[in-house]
């Protein structure tokens, strides 16, 4: 869907498996490098709650709540 298609076109896919809103690995997938559209990854779904992983996550991380989008402009 259309969360899916935020998450991927950000450098990393892994915060996917971040709860509350867990879609877990159960493919045991190694490599999670997304397509790189935009220079940070996307957390669709936020609640507004910061995830303990994000103190670590390599990334710059974009949060949108239902219902927003990210407008990128060159």
């Known amino acids: 869907g259309v969360s899916a298609g935020s998450v991927i076109?950000?450098?990393d896919i892994?915060?996917?498996g971040w709860e509350p809103n867990a879609d877990p690995?159960?493919?045991g997938l190694k490599d999670t490098?997304?397509?790189g559209?935009?220079?940070f990854s996307i957390q669709p779904h936020w609640n507004g709650?910061?995830?303990k992983e994000a103190e670590i996550y390599p990334y710059q991380?974009?949060?949108?709540k239902d219902?927003?989008?990210i407008v990128i402009r060159e």
């Open 9 to 11: 076109a950000g450098q």
């Open 14 to 16: 892994a915060l996917s």
């Open 25 to 27: 690995n159960t493919i």
């Open 33 to 35: 490098t997304g397509i």
């Open 37 to 39: 559209l935009v220079p």
């Open 49 to 51: 709650e910061i995830q």
């Open 61 to 64: 991380i974009r949060n949108i």
């Open 67 to 69: 219902e927003e989008v």
